[in-house]
């Protein structure tokens, strides 16, 4: 096909920095090679196998996924080691199990009691089998057992076990209190705790007798902060990196100039004191970024064409509008309707979603067009 240019490439789109993605995946590799655990890369961020392939170059090629559309996308490209990271209901037991004839290996997980002889009933009924991961909640609250609630987390693990179909692969949490640090310490802090209270579960489970053979844990900025080696068997499950995004860098996970996702838009009206652009809420989503740290971060952080930022951000967005307030006069006169804009995303993992495609971008030309694959 014939690749359009900045200029010409319908708005709003989505574009990738090449440059910027491959520095991000070598240096996350290099990382997770000095800490001495197994990189399993969460591919929700992009939802795309081309950049998962370069994830995983140099690794032993597992991956995370977040919806079983994703499962059978990445299946179909070749990825046979998945890690499916929504805890497991009834109504997805069909297509779960559909899936596990597709890959060598697929794992889900669950903190219920009770589930695993109804999976393991119809794993059976489907001629497959299935790994599960024990959920442990090691202080985000969203999902998962307590990690100090070790009776009902052994009840979980020995309902894992006795499974016939289901093998206990080991336990698995998201430290998303980590998104609430403000500084670097406070990072690390989270980071050793998330480590600290899953190697304790997993002592504990053993000396219930019960084998825990990987121990998964990792959000970006916890991987990103922490420091020393990991004990073994340990499994990290990063996903923003590839791109990170404005409220990565502005909680100080990644500088400005590692963000590698920026949506195009175009000016489509010009009035004192603002413009308005044709990115709104589906473009950009309706992540409001780091407002805790930045008050005024607004839906996005506003560059030129070549991403030079100019100090601005998008303060409000409808469904297909975004509006910019520019206060300096001088500046405003310099946007004239049809300028193109480049808007630093909030949330990377939000906005790739809402796209069907990246337009890839190297020094300021496109050179590809990869696909995003969309839906549950």
Not at 6 to 11: E, F, I, S, W
Not at 227 to 234: G, I, K, S, V, Y
Not at 348 to 376: E, F, M, N
């Given at each position: 096909?014939?690749?359009?240019d ?6 709003p ?31 929700k ?49 069909g ?101 600290d209270?899953?190697?304790q ?40 990196y ?16 590692d ?13 004192e ?22 008050p ?14 100019l ?5 409000a ?30 949330h ?29």
């Open positions: 096909m014939t690749l359009p900045l200029l010409t490439v319908p708005t789109a989505l574009l990738l920095d090449q440059n910027r993605l491959e520095r991000n995946l070598a240096r996350m590799s290099a990382h997770v090679a000095r800490l001495g655990a197994r990189l399993r890369p969460h591919i961020t992009h939802k795309c196998p081309l950049i998962a392939r370069k994830q995983v170059a140099g690794q032993f090629g597992g991956i995370t996924i977040s919806t079983l559309a994703e499962g059978f996308a990445f299946a179909e490209a070749g990825f046979d080691d998945l890690l499916y990271a929504v805890p497991i209901e009834p109504g997805k037991f297509r779960i199990c559909q899936l596990a004839r597709q890959v060598r290996r697929l794992a889900v997980l669950t903190d219920e009691p009770t589930l695993p002889p109804l999976l393991s009933a119809a794993a059976e009924a489907a001629g497959v089998s299935l790994d599960v991961f024990v959920e442990i909640d090691c202080g985000d609250g969203r999902t998962g057992v307590p990690f100090d609630h070790l009776d009902r987390i052994e009840h979980v693990a020995r309902a894992v076990a006795s499974a016939r179909r289901l093998t206990l692969a080991g336990i698995l949490t998201h430290a998303g209190q980590s998104y609430a640090a403000r500084t670097t310490a406070e990072r690390r802090t989270v980071a050793g705790l998330e480590r209270r899953m190697a579960v997993a002592a504990a489970l053993e000396q219930r007798g019960l084998a825990v053979p990987c121990i998964s844990i990792g959000s970006t900025p916890t991987v990103v902060a922490l420091d020393e080696p990991l004990p073994p068997n340990f499994e990290v499950r990063p996903g923003n590839v791109f990170f995004d404005a409220f990565q860098a502005q909680c100080g996970v990644c500088a400005f100039d963000c590698a996702l920026t949506v195009l838009t175009a000016v489509v009206h010009r009035s004191g603002k413009v308005v652009v044709d990115a709104g809420a589906i473009a950009l989503s309706k992540d409001i970024g780091a407002a805790d740290f930045f005024h971060s607004g839906y996005g952080l506003v560059g030129d064409l070549a991403g030079r930022p100090g601005l951000r998008v303060a967005v409808s469904q297909e509008h975004g509006r910019i307030p520019v206060a300096d006069p001088a500046l405003l006169e310099r946007l004239p309707v049809g300028t193109r804009l480049r808007v630093v995303v909030n990377s993992c939000l906005t790739a979603a809402q796209h069907t495609h990246y337009w890839v971008v190297d020094d300021g030309t496109i050179v590809a067009r990869w696909p995003i694959v969309q839906g549950w």
